[in-house]
């Protein structure tokens, strides 16, 4: 048996293990600091057309099967303003159409401190996840941007820290 801590627990989703939507998807980017060469895989969402970018998580049996927040770690190349990330989710059991309807997603703003710095933004309000969320599920969540922020530059995100609840120390 593993025993893990109960409470709750994050899981880090990068950018580049995301998808972007075939319809109004974020475009792939990635940037290279200038001086130590740091990588960054991003998906850029514009500021003007509604992009999303979706991922998937199945979650271990000791998820309490309940609500979910996300924080985003996010930059931009130049620029001023707020972003409004914004998280949704579907859980789909065995049987399940994927043609599933995402939940009422919840939101995170920031504010572009400077241009190419690490950002992190506030934890979300819970994100109630759409379906009937049970074990051994697979959660579809979709990231967008809300382009009525004021952000005028497309938002880069890198990823986000995804943090859900665990009520059973064990996942055998």
Do not use: C
Not at 84 to 100: F, K, M, P, R
């Amino acid at each position: 048996l593993q025993h893990v801590g109960v409470g709750k627990q994050t899981v880090w989703v990068p950018a580049g293990a995301m998808v972007a939507r075939t319809t109004n998807g974020a475009a792939s980017g990635t940037t290279e600091s200038t001086t130590n060469d740091v990588m960054n895989k991003t998906l850029d969402f514009d500021t003007s057309t509604s992009e999303g970018a979706q991922f998937t998580v199945a979650f271990p049996k000791g998820w309490n099967e309940g609500t979910v927040t996300f924080i985003p770690y996010w930059t931009a190349a130049s620029g001023s303003g707020t972003v409004i990330w914004t998280l949704a989710g579907v859980a789909l059991s065995n049987d399940d159409a994927i043609d599933t309807a995402f939940g009422t997603s919840q939101s995170s703003s920031d504010t572009l401190i400077a241009a190419l710095d690490i950002h992190v933004g506030p934890e979300s309000s819970a994100i109630t996840i759409a379906g009937t969320p049970a074990a051994d599920d697979i959660v579809y969540f979709q990231v967008t941007r809300d382009v009525s922020d004021t952000l005028g530059v497309d938002a880069k995100l890198i990823g986000i820290k995804l943090i859900y609840t665990i009520d059973s120390n064990v996942d055998d």
